[in-house]
C-alpha cells in the first residue's frame, strides 16, 4: 500500500502542475481534481500503522469491532479505524496475603501467583470493563474459595491439605482461575501458592500442636522399632541356647532393654555381681 500512496500522490503532483500550465484563465476544474486527489490520497497516509511482536491492535470503526491485526510488522487500514493495543505476553500476577478460615476454621493466610495471557482481544475488551484488574479480583476469589474446601494441615492419613499437596491443590487452583477467566479472553498459564502461613493469633499454638505430633510420630517409630528389637534378641537367645529364661526373667528383660531403646538419654548399666535373681 505504501508503494502504491507514494506512486498516487506523485502523479497526482505531476496532474496538477500539468493543469495549472495549461490554465491560462485561472484555476479550472482539473486544478481543484487533482488538489482533492492530492488530500484525499494524504489522508490515507494515516492509516498506517505498526504492531509490535507480541502485541494486538482492536479495530474499531464508528464504535462496530471490524477485527484484530496480531501479526507483527507495518500495516495499513482505514485511516476512520479506531485502534486499541492489547499486549499478548505473558503477564505474573501476585495476589495480596488473603486472611481466610480454612476448612477446619482455623484462620490461615495465603497468597498465590496467576500466570496469564491474553489470548481473544475482542472479549478482553469488550465483555470485561478492565481485564487486568478482572483477573485480579478474580484470582484473588478463586484463592479464598479454595482455601476453604481443604485444611492446612491433614491430620487423616490421606486427606487432601493445603501444605502437604501441593501439586494437587495448584492444579485445582489454575481450573478454577481459568474457569473465572475464560469470559474476559484469559488463558491461565499456571496457578500456584507462594504463601501459605497459620495467621499470627494462632502461630505459636499451632507450632506446637505441630511439634507434638512429630514427637508422638517419633515416639511410635522408636517403640516399634524397639519391639521388634527385642524380639529378635529373646528369639536368638532362646534359638541358641545361650540362656533359659521363664517368664518372670523375660519380663525384666523387656523392661530394661525397652527403657534402654525408647529414652531420649543414654542409658547407665549396673552390673550384677550376684546370681540372675539376685
Aim: hydrophobic content about 50%; aromatic content about 8%.
Amino acid at each position: 500500500m505504501l508503494p502504491l500512496l507514494i506512486l498516487t500522490e506523485a502523479l497526482l503532483v505531476y496532474l496538477l502542475f500539468s493543469a495549472i500550465d495549461f490554465a491560462d484563465d485561472g484555476p479550472t476544474l482539473q486544478v481543484f481534481g487533482a488538489l482533492g486527489g492530492i488530500v484525499l490520497v494524504a489522508g490515507l497516509f494515516f492509516g498506517f500503522f505498526t504492531v509490535n511482536p507480541n502485541d494486538a491492535k482492536a479495530l474499531l470503526l464508528f464504535g462496530k469491532y471490524a477485527g484484530t491485526v496480531k501479526e507483527a510488522g507495518f500495516h495499513w487500514a482505514n485511516p476512520f479505524f479506531r485502534m486499541r493495543r492489547v499486549s499478548l505476553r505473558v503477564r505474573n500476577f501476585e495476589s495480596s496475603k488473603i486472611k481466610v478460615n480454612d476448612h477446619d476454621d482455623n484462620p490461615i493466610e495465603i497468597a498465590a501467583v496467576v500466570v496469564w495471557r491474553v489470548v481473544d482481544t475482542y472479549e478482553a475488551l469488550f465483555e470485561v470493563d478492565d481485564y487486568a484488574h478482572y483477573v485480579q479480583v478474580q484470582s484473588e476469589g478463586a484463592l479464598r474459595n479454595l482455601a476453604t474446601q481443604y485444611p492446612y494441615d491433614a491430620h487423616v492419613e490421606g486427606d487432601t491439605s493445603l501444605r502437604a499437596n501441593t501439586l494437587e491443590i495448584a492444579e485445582q487452583l489454575k481450573d478454577e482461575v481459568q474457569e473465572r477467566l475464560r469470559s474476559a479472553g484469559v488463558h491461565v498459564l499456571e496457578a500456584r501458592i507462594n504463601h501459605l502461613a497459620y495467621a499470627p493469633e494462632i502461630a505459636a499454638a499451632m507450632l506446637q500442636r505441630q511439634q507434638a505430633g512429630a514427637i508422638i510420630a517419633a515416639r511410635q517409630r522408636i517403640v516399634e522399632g524397639a519391639v521388634g528389637m527385642v524380639e529378635t534378641a529373646l528369639d536368638m537367645l532362646s534359638s541358641h541356647g545361650v540362656v533359659d529364661l521363664d517368664n518372670e526373667r523375660k519380663a525384666a528383660m523387656v523392661s530394661n532393654l525397652l527403657v534402654v531403646l525408647c529414652g531420649d538419654r543414654a542409658a547407665h548399666p549396673v552390673v550384677n555381681a550376684g546370681t540372675i535373681y539376685q
